[in-house]
């Protein structure tokens, strides 16, 4: 498969073009950003572990009945999927209040909610991302009822499937971030699954092994993305120190 011409870059990845118009190469970065970009750096093999740690997840989920855009890995930092017309709508996954969630609503990090929670997002960076729901989604014909109807269910079913997964590996899935496309009228899990887009906590210590020790200033970032990776591939827990 051919890399050709360049076409997009965002936070963590570049997306190629190829000689097949219904495939592209996603590139992942080594950038690490957060607060909408305001605050950033660059962390060395970061995209080396979230590209593997991704091809992970979708091969799982794949080998489960879950159509996702991934086609295979091609090197360290590529990987080939389909092309989507993405749907600018984040769908987040919540088991656990954390994050923007607790600040919201005034629920202390940690409660365990009585059902999972999910919530929606306007992929727009210049908006920072603003919450919508099913009639902001509507009114701006963001998506289909029927879309809607077929995304939800899709990433309820993801939960239920990465909980357990994550649970034998020693992992608690606190919540995570899933974004869904357009390809030859289906539709298809898209973005990557990994440390930069879900929370990951140790089932033990509670440790968190994610993004969240880029934003909290916590220190081994990429330490935290080596161990959920050393687990999902057969290793044990080894901790990580700030």
């Known amino acids: 498969m051919k890399k050709g011409e360049f076409m997009y870059e965002g936070k963590a990845k570049k997306i190629f073009k190829t000689d097949d ?11 690490a ?3 909408d970009g305001v605050k950033k750096d660059k962390l060395a093999d970061k995209g080396i572990l979230n590209n593997r740690l991704s091809s992970i997840f979708f091969e799982y989920l794949e080998n489960q009945g879950i159509e996702t855009h991934y086609e295979k890995t091609l090197s360290e930092r590529e990987m080939l999927v389909k092309a989507l017309n993405i749907i600018p709508v984040e769908v987040i996954v919540r088991n656990i209040a ?3 969630l607790s600040k919201r609503l005034g629920i202390p990090e940690g409660t365990v909610m009585k059902s999972t929670v999910i919530e929606f997002s306007l992929k727009d960076d210049a908006l920072h991302d603003p919450m919508i ?3 902001h989604i509507y009114a701006m014909e963001l998506a289909t009822a029927a879309e809607m109807e077929q995304i939800e269910k899709a990433a309820l079913r993801i939960n239920e499937l990465l909980v357990p997964y994550l649970k034998g590996k020693g992992l608690v899935l606190v919540d995570f971030k899933l974004e869904f496309g357009r390809h030859d009228g289906m539709i298809l899990l898209g973005d990557e699954i990994s440390p930069d887009t879900c929370r990951f906590w140790d089932s033990s210590s509670g440790e968190k092994l994610d993004k969240d020790r880029f934003r909290r200033d916590m220190g081994g970032v990429v330490e935290a993305y080596r161990e959920v990776l050393r687990r999902l591939e057969g290793g044990g827990s080894a901790g990580v120190e700030s």
């Open 133 to 135: 729901n099913h009639y």
């Open 33 to 35: 950003t957060a607060f």
């Open 98 to 100: 954390a994050g923007s």
């Open 21 to 31: 118009p219904s495939l592209v190469i996603v590139e992942f970065k080594d950038d």
